[in-house]
């Protein structure tokens, strides 16, 4: 029995180790995510597993979003949305929020929780927005300016390279390499990628992740 039991346990710590990816790059590790407003795969992407890996981990962690879905931009300006109008307007908001938030990565991070929330998401209004403490003037003229900017062109570009690659709403990138296998795991298991990747450096302190 006990040589089982150890068999046993042997196989969870190769396991373990085998799965460690190094994602640390300096004392960071940048995650990217392409999200779409009307998207339940972003819901559950950031809701059950970016949000509170954030919270666990926020000290190592820079994170980016590009608020795009599947859209196509076009020369005149008109931007056509995989789930229409209200999905082209919630992503618009979206980036004109996290355009004010950029220097603010809890609030930032707070915030696009607060959109993919069940509670909230699809709703279209600006009740994130307002919980967040932006000001609504603001953002709702951004809003309604989009030719005042160069966010919508700016959001076209950083997702492109990971829809073309990766296929995917929501799309995650470490560190700006752009990677199925990676994207895959993220959806599966951010927590853990990212406590494992931690723990192999002993300065960060993060030790005893859970195997998922
Ligand atoms: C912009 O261009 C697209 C694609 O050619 C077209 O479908 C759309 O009607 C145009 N919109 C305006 C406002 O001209
Ligand atoms: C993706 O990442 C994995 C894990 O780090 C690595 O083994 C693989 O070579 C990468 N693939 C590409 C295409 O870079």
Not at 134 to 151: H, K, Q
Request: aromatic residues 12%.
């Amino acid at each position: 029995m006990a040589s089982k039991y150890f068999l046993t346990l042997a196989a969870c710590f190769l396991f373990a180790y085998a799965d460690v990816i190094p994602l640390l790059e300096g004392n960071k590790i940048k995650i990217s995510t392409g999200t779409g407003a009307f998207c339940g795969d972003t819901v559950n992407f950031v809701t059950n597993h970016l949000v509170p890996t954030y919270n666990q981990y926020k000290e190592f962690l820079e994170i980016e979003f590009v608020p795009w879905g599947r859209a196509t931009l076009y020369e005149n300006g008109t931007i056509e949305c995989r789930w229409g109008n209200n999905d082209c307007w919630a992503n618009r908001v979206h980036r004109c929020a996290i355009n004010h938030l950029k220097d603010d990565q809890d609030a930032l991070v707070a915030y696009m929780g607060c959109e993919f929330s069940q509670r909230h998401a699809w709703l279209g209004s600006y009740g994130c927005v307002h919980q967040i403490g932006l000001n609504l003037v603001e953002i709702d003229y951004c809003v309604n300016n989009p030719g005042l900017d160069t966010l919508d062109e700016d959001a076209a570009a950083a997702a492109s390279g990971p829809v073309e690659v990766l296929d995917f709403i929501p799309s995650v990138v470490f560190n700006d390499q752009i990677n199925q296998t990676l994207h895959t795991a993220a959806l599966q298991r951010l927590n853990s990628l990212v406590c494992f990747s931690l723990a192999e450096a002993p300065e960060t302190g993060v030790f005893g992740c859970p195997i998922l």
